[in-house]
């Protein structure tokens, strides 16, 4: 099976290799229009600043791409992000696949650390994307803005306040949360995105 992962200068797109490469993947990395069209399966990962990465995807038509691809497509952390329609998170729009506003979290509550990094539960579960996770499985986020909660919520998750921690439309998945740094648990959603999805 070929899976691409998109270049776009995210900092874990590493890390998302070697989670591939965990399950006897072995993906190929690219911002090519062409080889990403033509993959079984695209991952669009993120860790970065919405505004300079939205940017630079739109510089490489990859905006265009990435929102009209009919494969299987899971986004990862600004990967989610990016696939919603606005983010605070310098003010700017982004590709619009889920209507969904990406909101800064913001509490008073010295004990509510922004940004939320470590280890979370994720409920409500549903999609193939989370075949055989239980309800409540713990994963890796790392993050101070949050995708609201929509029509398009496939699980959430309670930090500050309830959360999209993963967004289904069609062909699109995406998760709030770092399946390449969660464990056993991330791994097989990782699987399940490429088994099952």
Known sequence: MNIVIINYNAGNTKSVENALLRLGIQPIISDDILTIQQADKVIFPGVGH???????????????VIKNLKQPVLGICLGQQLMCTHSEEGNVDCLGIFPVQVKKFNSNNPN???PQMGWNEIHQLKSPLFKAIPENAFVYFVHSYYCALSNYTIATTDYIIPFSAALQKDNFYAVQFHPEKSADVGNLILENFIKHC
């Open 50 to 64: 919405a505004a300079p990465t939205m940017q630079y995807l739109k510089e490489r038509n990859l905006d265009i």
């Open 112 to 114: 509510e650390k922004i």
